[in-house]
């Protein structure tokens, strides 16, 4: 897992405004997830991607947006729509495939509203 | 869809001792089950994983038992170190191309 990066370690967020974080990974993963983490909850899915060009939403897409322009790549924007942003954020990669089904998490990055 | 529920929310264990964690699943097609263990501040990390063709694996002093009938697995943490202590998250997948359930986590403090 030392193969996915995260960026910024930490984010501030003003009112209103739209902030992207940056997920990285060079383990040749097809498919990338993006997960919000609450205090002492679990992992919740924002929006996954299973190829290049391609994802869907997971249980909260709400005021998040993502794009998969590269396979390395799953940046995930945070709008002014979600009113709670507030979180810890991590990114996953699985590399897909029979027997290849786990997910491998980078360091996070966490999200605080000024 | 997949609901996947764990038990206990906490545990408190003295050093040496064992640790048993569980999660029951609701979807009888998932067929694999990892386990991640999560320090504070840090990424969560696989631990131990089983499919649903095997009944029990184990690393070390870690194990995971699966019981598809019934729909639950645990695991399992023998004689116990402080540094197990974490939140242990277990979750349920359909396999290949399909996305995790996680349940809620198990808060583990190990005592010395």
């Known amino acids: 897992d030392g193969g996915i990066t995260q960026s910024p370690k930490y984010l501030f967020r003003k009112e209103g405004q739209n902030v992207t974080l940056s997920c990285e990974q060079n383990?040749?993963?097809?498919?990338m997830y993006w997960y919000r983490q609450d205090p002492g909850q679990g992992l919740r899915l924002i929006y996954y991607?299973?190829?290049?060009?391609?994802?869907q939403k997971g249980d909260i897409a709400e005021g998040y947006s993502v794009s998969r322009e590269k396979k390395e790549s799953f940046p995930l924007t945070v709008t002014s729509a979600q009113k709670n942003p507030t979180a810890f954020y991590l990114c996953?990669?699985?590399?897909?495939?029979?027997?290849?089904?786990?997910?491998?998490f980078g360091p996070g990055t966490r999200l605080l509203v000024l | 869809g997949e609901n996947v529920e764990q038990h206990p929310s906490t545990l408190s264990v003295q050093e040496g001792d064992s640790a048993v964690i569980k999660c029951t699943y609701s979807d009888s097609a998932s067929n694999y089950f990892p386990w991640y263990k999560q320090e504070l501040g840090k990424r969560p990390q696989l631990i131990i994983d089983?499919?649903?063709?095997?009944g029990e694996k184990k690393d070390q002093r870690i194990a995971v038992t699966l019981n598809k009938t019934a729909k639950h697995f645990s695991l399992h943490i023998t004689e116990t170190q402080p540094e197990d202590s974490a939140v242990y998250f277990c979750?349920?997948?359909?396999?290949?191309?399909?996305?995790?359930?996680f349940g809620p986590g198990t808060r583990l403090s190990v005592l010395p």
């Open positions: 979750a349920a997948s359909r396999g290949y191309g399909q996305n995790f359930v």
């Open positions: 089983i499919r649903s063709n095997v």
């Open positions: 996953a990669s699985s590399p897909q495939g029979a027997g290849q089904e786990t997910q491998y």
């Open positions: 383990l040749n993963h097809d498919a």
């Open positions: 991607s299973q190829i290049v060009n391609d994802f």
